[in-house]
């Protein structure tokens, strides 16, 4: 069943997926530990992809693809031209900076998708890197959610920018399309709408 949920003019339905995600290599990396607690969220701007994985990364000689940052950023020459034909886009994962992405693509809306992986859908740094990407950076192209996307997450995330979602595969994505219509009028200004409700209704005098 399809799981990718596509925005065009603010309707969402089910769509065809063209891109073609390009993953790291596994690695043994040992779980790290806080007051005999694993800890779960990999700190910001923590190192966590080693340089075996970016030269061992695979990627298709042809078709649509977003790659992860470590490796558009280390293999970027050998990416050039197909970043010219706008078959390269770019994701990354909570902990990762945009400023990285930022500092090597200096006009990002050459990349036609950024997408923002998610390992648990309780780490809602999704939702600033949506917001930053579309306010400060003034990205204007597919903004993507994938990894652990869950239906009640996918009305925030369009506030905050995203336009596709990749919905967490043992979920129905059908259903989740209805909750991007769980709110009629959301009282705070965001990406989507930045006017907050007060300034948007005249109750009169």
């Known amino acids: 069943m399809n799981s990718l949920i ?33 800890v779960l969220f990999k700190l910001t701007g923590e190192e966590s992809v080693t340089t075996e994985q970016i030269e061992n990364t695979i990627i298709p000689a042809t078709g649509k693809i977003i790659v992860p940052l470590s490796v558009f950023i280390a293999r970027h020459r050998e990416l050039a031209n197909r970043v010219a034909e706008n078959e390269v ?5 909570t902990h990762e900076l945009l400023e990285h992405l930022i500092q090597h693509q200096t006009d990002i809306n ?28 003034g990205y204007k192209n597919d903004l993507r959610a994938f990894g652990d996307v869950l239906r009640d997450q996918l ?3 369009k506030r905050g ?45």
């Open 155 to 157: 009305f925030f995330l």
């Open 6 to 38: 596509q925005l065009k003019n603010g309707v969402a339905s089910l769509a065809s997926d063209d891109w073609t995600i390009v993953q790291l290599p596994a690695t043994q990396v040992e779980a790290r530990k806080q007051a005999g607690k694993v």
């Open 89 to 93: 886009g770019v994701w990354l994962a």
């Open 161 to 205: 920018g995203f336009t596709s979602f990749v919905i967490r595969a043992d979920r129905s994505a059908a259903d989740a399309i209805a909750s991007l219509n769980d709110f009629s009028q959301p009282y705070q200004g965001a990406v989507d709408e930045p006017r907050p409700v007060f300034q948007r209704y005249n109750r009169g005098t």
């Open 110 to 137: 050459e990349l036609p998708i950024i997408a923002i992986f998610v390992e648990r859908f309780a780490d809602g740094r999704i939702f600033s890197l949506g917001t930053l990407l579309r306010s400060r950076y």
